[in-house]
């Protein structure tokens, strides 16, 4: 199903689907805030929060094929809303509010980390389930030894795959980067 199909049965009161949005982006938007506030413990708080407003709030969304972006607007805002009370809670820190990024600095990190989500989305979807499983390992840190060990295969065949995964996303980032989604 797609975003508009889940979202129009959690509105008809299946609270149940609205679990298959969380499956579907959980991760995703972990990543953007944990790129708005550094700090896994406040990323967590932060994800659970936005959650919360997502469900509450869902019946505010006109374009419900776009919950997407309408999670990564509620995050992003959780998000913001969490370094300003932090400033204030350490004003006397000159430090930490130096430390914090500026609005701007934000969007653009925002921006880069759904350009990465996309392109890493494409080169999985182009690369042999082999590959995807040495990558995910190897993106884990695990070594080539302990992939090769874990999936059977040769340390060498590990070392290719990896390399030729990397290659896959790097071309996907290219062209992401360039405006030219639609080649390749």
Known sequence: ????QLVQRVLQGDGDTFSVLFHRYNSFICRIISHIVHNKQDMEDIAE????KAWKNLSTLRDRSSFKSYLTT???????DHIRRKSRRQED???EIHGLVDQR?????IEMAIL???AMGAAMGK???EQVKCFHYHLQGCTSEAIAARLALTEGTVRTYIS????ILYKELCKRLDGDQNNG
């Open 1 to 4: 199903m797609d975003d508009d």
């Open 49 to 52: 929060s936005t959650w919360e």
């Open 74 to 80: 509620i995050g992003k805002r959780e998000a913001l």
């Open 93 to 95: 820190s000159d430090e």
């Open 105 to 109: 600095c934000i969007e653009e990190e």
């Open 116 to 118: 990465f989500e996309g």
């Open 127 to 129: 690369m042999r389930p």
């Open 164 to 167: 030729n995964a990397k290659k």
